[in-house]
């Protein structure tokens, strides 16, 4: 099955709050999302299946030539099924045509799935953040993939 990529627009809140509540135990607020609708640094992108409804989202904010990814959530139903590499393609082609020199993210370092993926798609693990999560506390790896020559492996 092939998702749709759209960008967030403001008929995507309901859908993308409600995701959140399903995959995290912090999960940003409707408010926090429609937040970055209006945040000119940054690309919130919508993955939609056949129906039209969604079945994850991911977001980048870009300071300079680095790219943060900030979140990537997929609904369950439509996990193992390519979403979450559809949305980071969609990144990789657009770090590399504005020159980005990476693009990085933190994971829990217990969600052996989404390193897995990040691993296949070259992100290296570049340090550790002490409890950076909460319900439960645990260490945030951050992981980053590099784009230009010269940049640290």
Not at 17 to 26: D, G, H, I, K
Not at 64 to 87: C, K, M, T
Not at 130 to 143: C, F, R, S, V
């Amino acid at each position: 099955m092939g998702y749709r990529i759209v960008l967030m627009d403001a008929s995507h809140l309901d859908a993308l709050a409600a995701l959140e509540q399903e995959c995290f135990s912090a999960p940003w607020s409707r408010h926090m999302l429609e937040e970055e609708l209006y945040n000119d640094c940054a690309a919130y992108l919508v993955a939609e299946d056949e129906t039209g409804r969604v079945a994850g989202y991911a977001g980048l904010s870009v300071v300079l030539d680095e790219g943060y990814i900030d979140n990537i959530a997929v609904s369950p139903a439509h996990r193992r099924r390519r979403v979450a590499s559809q949305l980071l393609n969609v990144f990789f082609d657009f770090s590399i045509a504005h020159e980005l020199r990476f693009l990085s993210l933190e994971v829990r370092a217990s969600n052996a799935p989404a390193i897995a993926l990040y691993e296949k798609f070259g992100f290296v693990e570049a340090g550790r953040r002490k409890n950076y999560y909460t319900k439960p506390k645990e260490d945030a790896l951050i992981m980053t993939k590099y784009f230009k020559e010269g940049a640290p492996c």
